[in-house]
C-alpha cells in the first residue's frame, strides 16, 4: 500500500510539472499568434483607410481626418487612433486615445532617417503595461508615390487576450487533472489485474505445471530461496544481534540447554614444554580454532581433540580432561592421545598427503597410501568412541569438524543413532572428477552421510557434495531440500559461511592501533614514515605466500616511488613439517626473500621481513593494527579467517584488504581490494593502491566490512545451525523416528 502511495505521489508530481511546462508553452505560443494577429488587423484597418486619409491629410483637416480615424477606431479591441505628420507633430487624434503616445515618441521607431522616402519607414509595435491594463500599439505608415506621409498609431487593448490566456490556463489545468485521476486509477487497476493473473498463474503451476519434469529444478531454486530468505530473515529479526548470551539462550530455547561435544583435530590450548623446562600454553595458527573457540565458550560443553602439546598429558587428568580456558574454565578440553605411527598415517598422510590437496587446487599432487587409509579410519573410529563416552544423552548434539574426521559421523551414528550430528568442512569441497582421484572415496562419502546435517562454506561446495554422492553411491538426492538419503538417513546439505566473533576479545587488552604501529616499527627496527604490509598464515602451500612475496617485487619494479619505504612483513606459523611438500616451501619461502631483498636492499632497508614461527594472538593483533595494508593471497581457501580478522582488529577503520578472489571471504568482503593473486600486476596495481589510498576511502571500505561482521559473526554461524538441528530434531519426532524418546528417560531428565 506504501509502494502504491508513493508511486501515486510521484505520478501527480510528474503530471504537475507536465502541466506547468504545458502551460508556459501554450501561452507563449498563443500570445505570438494573438500579437501577430492584431499587427495583421492594424495593417489592414490602416490600408482600408488609406485613400481616405490620404485626401485629407492636412492638418487644416484635422475634424476629417479624426472622423476617419473614429471609424477604424470601431472596433472594440481598438482604444484609439492618432494621425502623425512626416515631421512628427499630431494631425488628429480620437478622444479616447492615450496621450503617453505622441507622435514624437513613437517616430523614431517608424520613421528610421528624417528623409520622407518611403523606405526609410516601417510598421511598428510595442507592448505596453498601463496602470488599466497591457496594450499593444501599433504605428503603420501612410505612403503616397514612393514618399512618407506620416503614419498612423493604433492603441490596441490587450485585455481580452489576458482573459482569453486565463481561460486556456484553467482549461489545461482541468485537463491534467482529469488526467492525473484517470492514470492513477488505471494503474491501479492494472496493477491489481496484473497481481491477480500472476498469482493465478503460480498457483496453476505449483498446482499443474510445478510436476512437469522440466520445471522442478527452477520450482526448487525457487522454494529454496524463499525457505532460505525467509530462515534468515526470521532469525535476523528475532532477537537482535548475535552475541554469546543470544547463542547460549538459543540453545536452551531450541534444544533444550543440550550439552555440545565437539570434535576437531586441533586443540584450542596446546601446553607445551619450553627449552627452559617451563610450561607454556600455545593458541594455535588455526581458522578452526579462531572460529570454534568462541562458540565453546560460549555454550559450554567438551571439546574432543588430539592431544599434540609436549606437555599435554602432564598437564591433563588420567582421563586426558582438562578445564579451559586458563582462567575462565567454561568447557572441558579432552585429548585423545595418537602414537607417532598413528599421527603420522592419519594426520601427515591421509588428512594432510592426501585429503588436503585433494580438495584444495594448489597444484600439489595427493598421495594415497593404504597404510594411511588404515591409520585414518582407526584414528575416526577411536575419536567417535570417544566422542560417544563424552556424551549424556541418547540424542546428544555433536558438531564434528572438518575433512580429519570424514569418517566420524558414521561411526558415532552407529553407537548413537539418534544423535543429532552436524558436520562442517572447513574447506573446499572438490568436482567428482577430482573427488573420483580418491580411491576411497564412496566410504568417505558414507562416512559423512552419518550426519545430520552437513555445512560447506558455500552453495557450490553444497552442490559438488550433492554431485558426488549422485556419482558414486546408491542414494536419493532430495534436490528441493538439498538433502540426501542414504540407508534410509537423510543428511541435509546446507551452505554456512563461516565467521569469526564479534568484537575480537583479543582486541580488549590491544593497545591503541598508533601504539601498536610504534611498537611494531621499533621492534622491526623501522623508521617511522615506514609504508607497512603484513601477511599472518600458516606454511601452508595453498596460502600463496611465495605469489605474495612475487607481488612486493612486482610492485617495487614498477613503482620505485615505494623503493626504501614499503616494508612486508609476513608472519609465518611453520606448519605440518613433517610432510616433504612443506619443508620444501619453507625453503622456497626463505629463498625468494631472500632473493627479492639482495635485489632492493638500500643500506638498512630490505623489502621482506619474514618471521618464521608460532605468534600467538596478542602479537598477531599487534601486527594487524600496525599495518598499512593486510595482503591475504590464497591460491585456493574455503574461507580464510585471517582477512576477517585483520577487519576485526581495525577498529580505527583504516588499513586496506588486499584479498584473493579465491578465498571465500572474498564473496563477503567484496570492500576488499579484490585480485587474482596469480596475475602480479593486477596484484602489484592494488598494493600501490593501497598504500595510495586516502585515509577517507579506508574509512569507508573498512566500515562497512566491519558493519557486515558485526552482523555476521561467528554466534550467527552456530546459531544457524543450531535452530536448523533442532527443526530437524522437532521433523523426526513428528515423523516417529524418536517417539519413544518422548516419554523415555533422557526426556524425563531435563
Ligand atoms: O579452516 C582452517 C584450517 O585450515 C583447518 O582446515 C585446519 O585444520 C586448520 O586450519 C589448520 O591446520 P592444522 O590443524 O593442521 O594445523
Given at each position: ?15 504537475g ?7 508556459h ?6 500570445q ?11 495593417q489592414?484597418a ?15 483637416q ?54 520622407t ?73 492494472a ?44 532469525l ?72 599434540s ?35 603420522k598415517?592419519?594426520?601427515?598422510g ?76 572447513h ?21 559423512m ?74 621492534e622491526?627496527k ?35 616511488e615505494f ?5 612486508f ?10 610432510i ?17 631483498n ?28 600496525a ?17 576477517k ?21 572474498s ?35 573498512m ?11 561467528v ?36
Open positions: 500500500m506504501a509502494r502504491l502511495l508513493r508511486f501515486l505521489a510521484v505520478l501527480v508530481v510528474a503530471l510539472l507536465l502541466a506547468w511546462g504545458s502551460f508553452v501554450v501561452n507563449s505560443t498563443t505570438a499568434w494573438f500579437e501577430k494577429d492584431i499587427a495583421l488587423r492594424a489592414l490602416v490600408n482600408g483607410a488609406r485613400w481616405a486619409l490620404l485626401s485629407r491629410w492636412d492638418p487644416a484635422a475634424d476629417a481626418i479624426r472622423d476617419v480615424l473614429t471609424e477604424i477606431a470601431r472596433d472594440e479591441r481598438i482604444m484609439g487612433a492618432a494621425a502623425c505628420n512626416s515631421d512628427l507633430s499630431l494631425l488628429a487624434a480620437t478622444t479616447e486615445y492615450p496621450s503617453q503616445f505622441s507622435c514624437a515618441g513613437l517616430g523614431p521607431q517608424v520613421r528610421q532617417t528624417p528623409d522616402l518611403a523606405k526609410d519607414w516601417r510598421t511598428s509595435t510595442l507592448d505596453v503595461q498601463l496602470p488599466g491594463g497591457r496594450v499593444h500599439v501599433s504605428a503603420v505608415p501612410i505612403v503616397y508615390v514612393g514618399k512618407a506621409m506620416g503614419f498612423v498609431a493604433l492603441v490596441h487593448d490587450m485585455a481580452f487576450i489576458d482573459r482569453r490566456e486565463a481561460k486556456v490556463q484553467q482549461l489545461i489545468l482541468i485537463a491534467f487533472g482529469v488526467l492525473a485521476v484517470a492514470a492513477s486509477l488505471i494503474t491501479v487497476l496493477g491489481r489485474l496484473f497481481w491477480r493473473w500472476w498469482t493465478q498463474e503460480i498457483r496453476k503451476f505449483l498446482k499443474g505445471g510445478a510436476q512437469r519434469r522440466e520445471f522442478r529444478p527452477i520450482l526448487r531454486d525457487v522454494r529454496e530461496l524463499i525457505e532460505r530468505i525467509a530462515a534468515d530473515r526470521a535476523d529479526e528475532e532477537g537482535g544481534a548475535w552475541t554469546p548470551a543470544r547463542l547460549k539462550q538459543t540453545l536452551t530455547q531450541h534444544l533444550h540447554g543440550e550439552k555440545v561435544v565437539i570434535l576437531a583435530n586441533r586443540e584450542p590450548y596446546i601446553h607445551d614444554r619450553a627449552a627452559d623446562g617451563t610450561v607454556r600454553i600455545l593458541h594455535p595458527a588455526s581458522g578452526l580454532v579462531t572460529a570454534m573457540e568462541p562458540v565453546m565458550r560460549a555454550c559450554g560443553g567438551v571439546w574432543v581433540a588430539h592431544g602439546g609436549s606437555a599435554d598429558r602432564e598437564t591433563a587428568d588420567h582421563d586426558g580432561r582438562i578445564r579451559v580456558p586458563p582462567g575462565e574454565e567454561s568447557y572441558i578440553l579432552r585429548r585423545v592421545w595418537l602414537s607417532p605411527e598413528e599421527e598415517g592419519y594426520y601427515y591421509f588428512a594432510n598427503e592426501g585429503l588436503w590437496p585433494l580438495c584444495h587446487m594448489a597444484h600439489t599432487r595427493p598421495v594415497f597410501r593404504r597404510e594411511d587409509w588404515e591409520h585414518y579410519k582407526i584414528a575416526n573410529r577411536r575419536f567417535a568412541e570417544t566422542v560417544c563416552s563424552e556424551v549424556d544423552s541418547d540424542d546428544p548434539i555433536v558438531f564434528v569438524q572438518d575433512y580429519h574426521f570424514a569418517l566420524a559421523p558414521r561411526f558415532i551414528r552407529e553407537h548413537l543413532p539418534r544423535a543429532t550430528i552436524i558436520s562442517f568442512w574447506i573446499p569441497w572438490p568436482n567428482s572428477e577430482r573427488l573420483g582421484i580418491c580411491p576411497w572415496r564412496e566410504e568417505l562419502l558414507q562416512g552421510l552419518g550426519s545430520s546435517i552437513l555445512g560447506f562454506h558455500t552453495q557450490l561446495y553444497c552442490n559438488n557434495f550433492v554431485d558426488a554422492v549422485d556419482r558414486f553411491l546408491e542414494a536419493r538426492i532430495d534436490r528441493e531440500q538439498t538433502a540426501v538419503i542414504h540407508q534410509k538417513r537423510r543428511t541435509l546439505v546446507r551452505a554456512y559461511p563461516i565467521s569469526i566473533e564479534w568484537p575480537s576479545h583479543w582486541l580488549k587488552d590491544s593497545p591503541q592501533p598508533s601504539d601498536c604501529r610504534g611498537r611494531v616499527l621499533a622491526l623501522l623508521s617511522p614514515d615506514t609504508l607497512l604490509g603484513v601477511g599472518v598464515d600458516r606454511l601452508d602451500y595453498t596460502k600463496g605466500i611465495e605469489e605474495r612475496l612475487w607481488a612486493v617485487e612486482r610492485l617495487l619494479e614498477r613503482y620505485p623503493r626504501g619505504r614499503f616494508t612483513v609476513q608472519l609465518a606459523a611453520p606448519s605440518r613439517t613433517a616433504e611438500r612443506y619443508r620444501q616451501l619453507d625453503e622456497a619461502v626463505a629463498t625468494t626473500a631472500a632473493r627479492i639482495e635485489r632492493f636492499s638500500m643500506g638498512e632497508y630490505r623489502p621482506i621481513i619474514l618471521l618464521r614461527a608460532h605468534h600467538e594472538p596478542p602479537t598477531v593483533y599487534r601486527y594487524y593494527r599495518a598499512d595494508l593486510c595482503y591475504v593471497s590464497s591460491l585456493h581457501d574455503g574461507m580464510n579467517l585471517v582477512a580478522e585483520f577487519v576485526a582488529a581495525r577498529d580505527d577503520e583504516r588499513g586496506v584488504l588486499v584479498l584473493s578472489h579465491f578465498a571465500g571471504a564473496k563477503e568482503l567484496t570492500e576488499a581490494l579484490i585480485v587474482n593473486p596469480y596475475d602480479l600486476d593486477e596484484a602489484s596495481s592494488a598494493l600501490a593502491t593501497a598504500l595510495r589510498m586516502s585515509p577517507e576511502e579506508q574509512q569507508e571500505r566500515h562497512a566490512m566491519r558493519t557486515l561482521l558485526a552482523e555476521y559473526n554466534y550467527r554461524w552456530a546459531g544457524r545451525m543450531l535452530i536448523d538441528a533442532a527443526r530437524l530434531r522437532g521433523k523426526d519426532r513428528l515423523t516417529g523416528r524418536l517417539s519413544d524418546h518422548l516419554t523415555g528417560p533422557t526426556e524425563s531428565r531435563r
